[in-house]
């Protein structure tokens, strides 16, 4: 089986690759094609997994090349893991936006739109790309933001293309732990949009646990998510959101924290993993020691200026341990190569799951999948603050996929003034001319 890879130099590609190492099962992925436009990331990376495969006796083929059409044919899966613009361009959504005194996180707010706006058309072209070079492949989608980028390919590959994230996976396994129940064997009732969702329900051997949570002050201050909205908000919400929600919850704090910080989360990123692709063009340097030690200190300091804000400390050890996106990724790939029924929150489209959204648009929630692939699973109705937050967030990825398709600059204001982040149509168009202004691929943005 045949594995692509659509932005193969990835700072994160050993973590899917050192998953694939432990699949030994027939019909496992024998071929991994990286594919990336930047040569010397590629190399870098290649040498972490040639290392990794060292004694591994039936470790994946690595092949890695700068050739789209070359990486996509033959493929039986495709994993679309690409940042446009790159870190730097992460850097500059959050600068903009917080010079204008709005969140400028990757994926939420002002720099979700931006970072959007700039990926939804290189999206849309890779997946027209794969519709015609691999039309039966399946697309996993980890690309950022992955709702909305996933809603886009889905115009153009239907359900053959669905997104995946860690943060529910991880979210609910720290609950069950805090249980005492086995995180293999539980039922996450989560619900929403990417990075917008809420554990309402964990459910073992038929019993809801989660109101014995919600009724133990010190069992909801016991993990990070507990900590970071503290146990009143989580008992008077009556579920545990994601940890996303946070610059929802509490946007003044973080927006000042962000503010105060010496520099952006995205130029910190920017900053460390330039020193990491720059030591690997040292022959004499060690690949998976100097990647492991980079990562481990990527984990650690995960949304630290929000856990300022809540006084929740340094991350603790089990707390580092994320849901395993490349182990969704790999359960989700054998479910449809191999027909091993399993469940997953992914995102996929609606399909009248939630019945506030129309069928086509993504959602996030815990999907049954099998060799068809992933089928939405009946889920309750969302609660009034819930229904407010997820159909305005909506709305706004619909004015980002219409300005992305259309060209139009009054579709991006639009975009940026619905969210309920920003709070001004005069900063949504000040935010559009900062974002232009850095962004030479939003050019395209020049039609009314």
């Not at 005194?101 to 072209?125: C, K, N």
């Not at 219409?402 to 991006?412: D, I």
Request: aromatic share 6%; hydrophobic share 45%.
């Amino acid at each position: 089986m045949k594995l692509t890879i659509l932005g193969g130099g990835g700072f994160r590609v050993p973590l899917v690759y050192g998953a694939l190492l432990g699949d030994h099962a027939e019909g496992r992925v024998s071929r991994v094609t990286l594919y990336d436009t930047d040569t010397d990331r590629l190399t870098a990376v290649a040498r972490v997994l040639a290392e990794q495969a060292a004694g591994v006796e039936d470790a994946p083929a690595v092949v890695a090349t700068d050739d789209l059409d070359e990486a996509l044919k033959g493929a039986d899966f495709v994993f679309s893991a690409i940042r446009v613009g790159g870190l730097e361009g992460r850097a500059a959504d959050e600068r903009v936006a917080l010079d204008e005194g709005v969140l400028g996180q990757e994926t939420v707010g002002a720099g979700g739109i931006a970072y959007g706006l700039r990926t939804v058309p290189v999206a849309t072209a890779v997946a027209r790309r794969i519709a015609r070079l691999a039309p039966d492949a399946w697309v996993i989608n980890f690309t950022n933001p992955a709702g909305l980028v996933t809603e886009a390919m889905a115009r153009h590959l239907g359900d053959r293309v669905i997104g995946i994230c860690d943060s529910p996976v991880g979210l609910g396994r720290r609950i069950a732990r805090v249980l005492g129940a086995d995180p293999d064997r539980a039922w996450i009732d989560y619900v929403g949009l990417n990075h917008l969702g809420w554990v309402r329900g964990l459910w073992v051997d038929g019993r809801d646990e989660l109101p014995r949570l919600l009724a133990d002050p010190e069992l909801l201050g016991s993990f990070e998510e507990g900590r970071l909205f503290g146990p009143d908000w989580l008992r008077s919400l009556g579920s545990v959101p994601n940890e996303y929600l946070h610059y929802y919850y509490f946007n003044r704090e973080a927006v000042r924290a962000y503010q105060d910080a010496e520099q952006t989360r995205g130029a910190f990123l920017r900053d460390q993993q330039e020193g990491f692709y720059a030591r690997m063009k040292d022959p004499a340097a060690p690949p998976l020691a100097t990647w492991d030690r980079t990562r481990a200190e990527r984990e650690a300091t995960y949304m630290a200026e929000n856990r300022d804000v809540a006084g929740a400390g340094e991350r603790e050890e089990s707390d580092l341990e994320s849901g395993g996106y490349e182990q969704v990724a790999l359960a989700l790939m054998r479910a449809v190569a191999r027909n091993e029924r399993t469940s997953l929150i992914l995102d996929v489209r609606n399909r009248g799951t939630l019945q506030v959204l129309d069928d086509d648009a993504v959602i996030e929630v815990p999907c049954l999948v099998d060799a068809n692939g992933a089928h939405p699973v009946a889920v309750d109705p969302l609660p009034y603050h819930a229904v407010g937050l997820v159909t305005a967030v909506k709305a706004v990825e619909r004015a980002v996929l219409e300005a992305a398709e259309s060209g139009s600059r009054a579709a991006a204001v639009r975009a940026f003034a619905l969210h309920p982040l920003v709070d001004s149509v005069s900063v949504a168009r000040r935010l559009v001319e900062g974002y232009t202004g850095v962004h030479p691929g939003l050019a395209y943005l020049d039609r009314p």
